[in-house]
Every structure is written in structure tokens, then in C-alpha cells.
């Protein structure tokens, strides 16, 4: 099996308590039955908006990142699949889908 990552994109701040709880429950099962198949290596965590940025050879720290609420990642997870194939095919029940939200998913390159 290859590792991949999953980056979750898209943010929506203004749910209610209730809808947060809804969507946290779809979060959950989906995760979940991937996880009970084998394919979940780690669950990682929500990100919380906002952050600092360091780049350039001088090392600048700014405040970011700096894109729309619907281009940030939000979270992560690691995923075990067959090909790149596959792990698109199990991204395709993500509840982030539902709030217009996308899924990016990368293999994770296994150093020797």
C-alpha cells in the first residue's frame, strides 16, 4: 500500500453549534469506514484559520496564509491505497463536499 495525503479545503466559520455537530457525526462515520477497511494511517486534526509564514532565504516571517476561506486547508489525513487511483475514489465520499469544499490528495514520497 502507498501513503497519501489528504488536504481538506475550504473553511466555514459561521455553522451553528448544531450544524457543526452534524457535520463533525458525517466526518466521523466517514473516517471511520475507511478506517475499518485499512485505509485510514492517521487522522490528523482541523487546522484553525490563521498562521505565520516563513519564506525566502531570509527567512520572513508574515502573517498568513493569506488566500480565500474556501482555497484554506483545513485539515489533513493520511491514507493508505493502492494507487492514486484508489485514494481519489475513497476522497469521493468526504463530507467537506457537501459545504462546495475539495479534497487535495498527493502520495507521499517514501525516503530510503
Given at each position: 500500500?502507498?501513503?497519501?495525503?489528504?488536504?481538506?479545503?475550504?473553511?466555514?466559520?459561521?455553522?451553528?453549534?448544531?450544524?457543526?455537530?452534524?457535520?463533525?457525526?458525517?466526518?466521523?462515520?466517514?473516517?471511520?469506514?475507511?478506517?475499518?477497511?485499512?485505509?485510514?494511517?492517521?487522522?490528523?486534526?482541523?487546522?484553525?484559520?490563521?498562521?505565520?509564514v516563513v519564506k525566502?532565504?531570509?527567512?520572513?516571517?508574515?502573517?498568513?496564509?493569506?488566500?480565500?476561506?474556501?482555497?484554506?486547508?483545513?485539515?489533513?489525513?493520511?491514507?493508505?491505497?493502492?494507487?492514486?487511483?484508489?485514494?481519489?475514489?475513497?476522497?469521493?465520499?468526504?463530507?467537506?463536499?457537501?459545504?462546495?469544499?475539495?479534497?487535495?490528495?498527493?502520495?507521499?514520497?517514501?525516503?530510503?
Amino acid at each position: 500500500m502507498n501513503e497519501f495525503v489528504y488536504l481538506y479545503r475550504g473553511y466555514e466559520e459561521s455553522a451553528s453549534p448544531g450544524d457543526m455537530q452534524q457535520k463533525t457525526a458525517k466526518w466521523m462515520t466517514w473516517l471511520k469506514e475507511l478506517s475499518d477497511k485499512g485505509h485510514v494511517k492517521a487522522l490528523g486534526e482541523p487546522l484553525l484559520p490563521g498562521g505565520m509564514v516563513v519564506k525566502g532565504k531570509k527567512k520572513q516571517v508574515i502573517d498568513g496564509p493569506y488566500a480565500e476561506a474556501k482555497d484554506l486547508v483545513g485539515g489533513y489525513s493520511i491514507i493508505l491505497a493502492r494507487d492514486i487511483k484508489q485514494a481519489v475514489e475513497f476522497s469521493l465520499g468526504c463530507p467537506i463536499f457537501e459545504d462546495g469544499g475539495s479534497v487535495e490528495v498527493r502520495q507521499i514520497r517514501q525516503l530510503d
